[in-house]
Structure formats: structure tokens, C-alpha cells
């Protein structure tokens, strides 16, 4: 299973595009990349998952370099809801999810 | 989309008892569904594998004779923490993902259980 090395926390401005990369240098051939968002007592939500590239959805884009060695999640214009700690990681179909430390994206006015 | 439903969202139990927890996909069918706990300022932690049909697989230091985890259907995995004490106090989540899932990794997380053991 790879692993994944985030910053632990960022600090942001409403209206600002939030970028956070992550590391996973021992990514498998089979693997994807995979976004999460947690907010206090609640389970982790869905973002966004890749391959290869970019991909984009309503709330975020993922980019991915040609090495897939990392990825950077790309949240444009947060606002103070996107308070929030987000996960990255990594793993094919059927893999159990190990959980990083995440990264704490604190959102100001 | 698929929905997972985690029941209860809280519970507050004695010390010495035990406490089930529900893990149900209301949409989909899951063959594996996994269980977390998460300490406060904590990521989360896999406890163990649930496979449908067979015997829970369980990580490095879960005791596996405390936390009981079945699994009897494909739609509906529980957890029992058995002989709950203070240091049990966290909050736990389940996830799923369709059965055959392919080609993707979106899995699906309940919305938590916080346990306190008093």
C-alpha cells in the first residue's frame, strides 16, 4: 500500500484557490488517487478521484504528473465551509483505505 | 449514489457492558466493508476488514476477541465492542463500496458513531 505525506495543515482566505499536494512515491501501477474531506464527528466524504492528469467536478480538480508520484487537489474560491481536513489517498479496487495524517485546511474571512 | 447508513450516531454505555454497532449500504451491495476508529485531532485508524459471509480480518494490535465484527449479510456489517471501558471512548466509522467495484477506489464512509464509556 503506498503511503502518502501531506502537509499537516494550511492556512487559507475566502475567495482564494487552495492548492495541497500530496506525495506518494510508491504508488502501484493499479492504483488510483483518491480525495477525501472530513469534518469534525462526521465521516469522510468523497472529492474526487484520478488516474492519470486532471479531473475536474463540480468542487474540485485533481492534478496528476505524468509520474504519478504525487497530486494536487485544487479547490477553487473556498469559502469558510471548506474548513475542513482533507485525505489523499492511494489504492486499487478492493484495497482497504489506510489513512494518512491529512491535512487541516483552516479557512479565514 | 451510494449511501451508507451508520446506526447509532452516538451511544453512551457503562463501563463493563457492550455495544453493537450498524453498518448498513441502503443502495448497494458490499462484500467488504471496513471499520474505523478516530481519536479526537486523530486520523483514522482501520480496525478491520469485514468480509461478507466470513471472518472479519482484523489489523496488528485490534484485539479481535473485544471488538466483534459480523458481517452476515451483504448489505449489513455490525460491530460490538464487548466489555466497553473509558479507553473504548472514540468516535467509529464504517465505509463500503459497491461489490465489483472497478476500476476506482470510491468508497463510502457512514456518518460515525461516538462512543462514551462511562
Known amino acids: 500500500l503506498a503511503k502518502t505525506t501531506q502537509p499537516i495543515s494550511m492556512d487559507s482566505y475566502e475567495g482564494q484557490e487552495v492548492n495541497i499536494t500530496c506525495s506518494h512515491n510508491n504508488i502501484a501501477t493499479n492504483d488510483y488517487i483518491t480525495w477525501y474531506q472530513q469534518f469534525p464527528s462526521q465521516g469522510p466524504r468523497f472529492i474526487i478521484q484520478g488516474y492519470k492528469t486532471k479531473v475536474t467536478n463540480e468542487v474540485a480538480s485533481l492534478f496528476i504528473p505524468a509520474d504519478r508520484k504525487s497530486s494536487t487537489l485544487s479547490l477553487p474560491r473556498v469559502s469558510l465551509s471548506d474548513t475542513a481536513v482533507y485525505y489523499c489517498?492511494?489504492?486499487?479496487?478492493?484495497?482497504?483505505?489506510?489513512f494518512g495524517t491529512g491535512t487541516l485546511l483552516a479557512v479565514q474571512p | 449514489g451510494a449511501v451508507v447508513s451508520q446506526h447509532p450516531s452516538w451511544v453512551i454505555c457503562k463501563s463493563g457492558t457492550s455495544v453493537k454497532i450498524e453498518c448498513r449500504s441502503l443502495d448497494f451491495q458490499a462484500t467488504t466493508m471496513f471499520w474505523y476508529r478516530q481519536f479526537p485531532k486523530q486520523s483514522l485508524m482501520l480496525m478491520a476488514t469485514?468480509?461478507?459471509?466470513?471472518?472479519?480480518?482484523?489489523e496488528q494490535g485490534v484485539e479481535k476477541d473485544k471488538f466483534l465484527i459480523n458481517h452476515a449479510s451483504l448489505t449489513l456489517s455490525t460491530l460490538t465492542v464487548t466489555s466497553a471501558h473509558p479507553e473504548d471512548s472514540s468516535f467509529y466509522i464504517c465505509?463500503?463500496?459497491?461489490?465489483?467495484?472497478?476500476?476506482?477506489?470510491?468508497?463510502?464512509f457512514g456518518s460515525g458513531t461516538r462512543l462514551t464509556v462511562v
Open positions: 489517498l492511494v489504492g486499487g479496487a478492493t484495497n482497504k483505505l489506510i
Open positions: 469485514s468480509n461478507e459471509g466470513s471472518k472479519a480480518t482484523y
Open positions: 465505509s463500503a463500496t459497491p461489490q465489483g467495484n472497478r476500476g476506482g477506489y470510491g468508497y463510502t
